[in-house]
């Protein structure tokens, strides 16, 4: 019996099979517990909407300063004033949502910011005063706007692929909310009157902006997933956490100072375009209705660049495509200076959009691309006040120029130059940082 058992033929295909079964209940199940919905898109979506919001009420400043000047008589220089020192604000208040925003997450920290700026612009129907014109616009006003940082920062935690075109796709909410909050806002004022209009539109966004902010998620792991083309970590524990520098140790590298000279050099050449434009065009004799157009064409193509050139940082690398747009709108200034015409005021702005969106685009992913995403709000946010600073001096520069001497082709002039150097100190930007590299690397 024992030598018949012994010649029985052993199946070979039984084991394979059932292995085979095995595998297919692991793919079965890793299929099952794939979400239907990332739900990295809803951050993106929602932190779209907030920056709409946020930015076309910024932006709609200059709808109002004119009612402003007639009610109380002030200065030019005195209204605009209150802008400038909200810039400031808005710059050290990244600092501080930045740190937030990493240490008890985005609900929290936009709920914040949207009650303040949303009573900020209703308390904005109250003044009556110079002072409290800049401790309301500047101050309480600069502090609730500070949420670009903490925005820009869930995106990078929820992409690593993909993460500059989805920093793009919310970037272009700026552009969005340029168009629509100049129109909203005139037509309330034509309806009503610039106090009334500001409560309402405060009112809106005090509680579009906390009301949304109750769908954001600062970790994919708070809805167990993974951010969007995340790795494996691998054996030898070089993960994202092991990579990312600290706030200390990214000062004391050369990389910080570069991308903060760079945010300081954009800031004026776009701050100072963003509140001079309008009055060179119709200083020329060119209609006001064009000079408006002018100005309006530069969001609406910032919109598109930020998809476009997000994506392409994506493809190339965020340091490459900050070189593009660095340079579009160095040639898109060296235009402004010989532009006398409308239709070149036109390519101007097609030009200048285009660079402005792109490099927007890329300053979120490109600092957590170099120092990792650790304290990436933190370090944002300080870096920012690079750009926050440039936007403040930009407008002021630039007007003392023309009071001086009584053009503005000197400041045109000086503000390419501020993009030229902003494009060579790219070009030498370098590659990440680690923790290991970061050693005995001093600042320049």
Known sequence: MARRLARLPVSRE?????????????????????????YGYVVVVVAFFISLLIYGMQYSFGIFFKPILQEFGWTRAMTAGAYSLSWLVMGFGSVLMGGLNDKFGPRIVMSICGGIAGIGFMLMSRISTVWQLYVVYGIIIGTGI???????SIIARWFVKRRTTMSGIVGAGIGIGT???????????SAFDWRSSYIILG??????????????RGEPKQMRQTAYGATAVSEEGHSQIEKSLSLSEAVNTRQFWLIVSMFFCFGISFQSIVAHLVPHITDLGITATSAAT?????????????????????????????????GLMVLALVWLYFSRETWQFYLFAVIFGFGYGGHIAQH???????????????????????????????????????????????????????SAIGLLLTVFLKDRVTKHSSHGSPPV
Not at 373 to 385: A, D, M, N, Q, W
């Open 203 to 216: 009112g809106v966004l005090l509680v579009a902006i906390v009301g949304s902010a109750q769908l954001l």
């Open 146 to 152: 500070s949420v670009w940082v903490p925005l820009m």
């Open 179 to 189: 168009l629509i909050g100049a129109p909203v806002a005139n037509s309330l004022i």
């Open 294 to 326: 002018s100005m309006a064409a530069i969001g609406g193509v910032s919109i598109v660049s930020k998809v476009v050139l997000g994506g392409l940082g994506d493809r190339i690398g965020n340091r490459n495509t900050l070189i593009i747009a660095f």
């Open 14 to 38: 039984r084991q394979p099979a059932n292995n085979n079964h095995m595998v297919g209940n692991r793919v079965n199940q890793s299929v099952a517990a794939r979400p239907r919905l990332f």
């Open 364 to 418: 979120s992913p490109l600092i957590g691309e170099i120092f990792g995403l650790v304290s990436h709000g933190l370090i944002f946010s300080t870096i920012g006040i690079g750009m926050s600073a440039g936007a403040a001096i930009g407008p002021v520069m630039t007007g003392f120029i023309f009071d001086v001497t009584g053009s503005y082709l000197a400041a045109f002039v000086i503000t390419s130059i501020f």
